[in-house]
């Protein structure tokens, strides 16, 4: 019970609070105790989060919910300034979550879908990464910053050049910022996940999904995925070398297929 109420006195700031990853890590951080600021785009999906929030640790009312786009900074400002008021205090744990595709293959990308998937995805984080730790650093109060990069950032996808720039700025930024925040006992951590189910990600065109090449749980359970590049063929002793195949996990994966979609 003691490590599920490692948060109990903590408040955590969560952008793209209304759905998917934003939501789960919301519910997860409400769960350990902490009290949750959800900010999300949509006002009303933000509300939702909060209603949905709960778990050892939480009172009633412990939450609140918050509406801001994090690609303008006065937005995000303003929303630091909300969250200080609504809670008297500010959050000593910030995820970042936020983060919009507009995929399209690069021989027909507009600068407008590669303009606001920069924006949204990589300036917001900037922003909000900038507003929390100057608060931070002013009132000299430790506290963690987390930021959702993607490992489509590392590998690139096809049709996803302004997503895989992004996520790969994300990353930059989180490592840069680590090594001037370290000083003030404040740590900055970038994730990167894999494919995951998520009203965003359904959006994406099937043209993209077929060239996926997102890392996934399949490595660990064959049965999550079924992606052509993957095969759950075990060799006749798993310590030997086996001939076109390559070690994932609990799945084998065909060598140059590994090597195409960088799947490890």
Not at 19 to 28: F, H, K, T
Not at 56 to 84: I, K, W, Y
Not at 142 to 160: E, L, M, R
Not at 251 to 260: D, I, P, Q, S, T
Request: charged residues 20%.
């Amino acid at each position: 019970m003691a490590s599920q109420l490692r948060l109990r006195s903590s408040l955590a700031l969560v952008t793209g609070a209304g759905g998917g990853i934003g939501r789960a890590v919301s519910v997860r951080l409400a769960a350990e105790g902490a009290a949750v600021a959800a900010c999300d785009l949509d006002g009303a999906a933000a509300q939702e989060t909060v209603r949905l929030l709960g778990g050892p640790g939480s009172e009633q009312g412990a939450h609140a919910a918050f509406q801001a786009d994090v690609s303008e900074a006065r937005a995000v400002r303003r929303l630091l300034e909300q969250v200080q008021a609504c809670f008297s205090r500010l959050p000593s744990v910030v995820v970042s979550c936020a983060g919009i595709t507009r995929d399209e293959f690069l021989l027909h990308m507009s600068e407008d879908d590669w303009d606001r998937v920069i924006a949204v995805n990589l300036k917001g984080i900037f922003l909000v990464t900038q507003a929390a730790a100057q608060a931070l650093v002013s009132s000299g109060s430790p506290g963690s910053i987390i930021n959702i990069s993607s490992i489509i950032g590392k590998v690139g996808n096809v049709g996803q050049t302004n997503y895989a720039a992004s996520k790969a700025g994300v990353v930059g930024l989180t490592q840069t910022v680590a090594r001037e925040l370290g000083r003030h006992g404040i740590r900055c951590n970038a994730v990167l996940p894999g494919l995951i189910k998520t009203p965003m990600t359904q959006k994406m065109p099937q043209k993209v999904l077929d060239k996926e090449v997102f890392s996934c749980n399949c490595l660990k359970d064959p049965g999550l995925c079924s992606l052509p590049h993957h095969s759950a063929r075990p060799p006749a002793d798993e310590d030997s070398e086996f001939p076109g195949y390559k070690r994932g996990g609990s799945v084998w994966l065909r060598n140059a297929e590994c090597g195409r979609q960088g799947c490890l």
